[in-house]
């Protein structure tokens, strides 16, 4: 009987070194990130310098994406408008609702080129 108990401890010290390096081993999971989140996501700095059109008009290049860092949500894209090889440009903020993304990861927008150029100039300034 003795015996019998002696081996069963073993075993259970056994089980219980086991399962801590496993647990050791294997990364911890996050809540909310797993693949089909990923598998909808795309990054900051693969979007930023993407066109955006009206259409099949290109009517704005995104330059920045705004975070609200007390929400952890996009807030909006900043685009580049106007312009022409870079010059006389404009930044405008545009809520993340107004932009949508079609096929092949075409960024467009309902907003005409006139909405844009009439839009309030956006400001880094104001950023904190």
Excluded: W
């Excluded at 693969?46 to 929400?71: A, F, R, W």
């Excluded at 949508?100 to 927008?109: D, L, R, V, W």
Aim: with cysteine; proline share 2%; aromatic share 6%.
């Amino acid at each position: 009987m003795k015996f019998s108990i002696a081996i069963f401890t073993i075993c259970l010290v056994f089980a219980a070194a086991h399962a801590q390096a496993q647990s050791a081993n294997s990364p911890a999971v996050i809540a909310g990130i797993d693949d089909a989140a990923l598998a909808r996501s795309a990054r900051a700095s693969k979007i930023i310098g993407t066109k955006v059109y009206q259409g099949d008009t290109s009517i704005g290049q995104i330059e920045d994406v705004l975070v609200d860092l007390s929400h952890a949500t996009t807030t909006a894209v900043i685009l580049s408008v106007g312009g022409f090889l870079g010059m006389g440009d404009k930044l405008v903020a545009v809520p993340v609702v107004d932009i949508k993304i079609g096929s092949e990861a075409k960024f467009t927008t309902d907003l005409t080129k006139d909405q844009l150029a009439h839009a309030p100039a956006f400001d880094f300034a104001k950023l904190k």
